[in-house]
Nanobody, 114 residues
Framework: VQLQASGGGLVQSGGSLRLSCAASGNKDSISFMGWYRQAPGKQREMVAAITRLGSTRYASSTEGRFTVSRDNVKNMMYLQMNNLSPEDTGVYLC?????????WGQGTLVTVSS
């Protein structure tokens, strides 16, 4: 499985961004997909996740502001991020689980200015 994240950029505090993750390869077996954030000097953390059937889970810091969605036909996952704050700055990586293996994309940088 190959994952390609896109959509990052520079945005002002309070603004919005929409990230996309395209899956290719053995994508039909992907059960669980998630967005993770790697901020400078911090551990990688899960910000949102979604199962193949559409059940979602969020970090407490992102719930109510971020919305994860998935298009199984297009093999895409999205992350709508609203009301962004400087604390949301980091590299956002998409993750997929299939066959007991975890796959990672290369990440897309989100920078939120105050």
């Amino acid at each position: 499985v190959q994952l390609q994240a896109s959509g990052g950029g520079l945005v002002q505090s309070g603004g919005s961004l929409r990230l996309s993750c395209a899956a290719s390869g053995n994508k039909d077996s992907i059960s669980f997909m998630g967005w993770y954030r790697q901020a400078p000097g911090k551990q990688r953390e899960m910000v949102a996740a979604i199962t193949r059937l559409g059940s979602t889970r969020y970090a407490s810091s992102t719930e109510g502001r971020f919305t994860v969605s998935r298009d199984n036909v297009k093999n895409m996952m999205y992350l709508q991020m609203n009301n962004l704050s400087p604390e949301d700055t980091g590299v956002y990586l998409c993750n997929a689980l299939t066959g007991g293996m975890a796959y990672w994309g290369q990440g897309t940088l989100v920078t939120v200015s105050s």
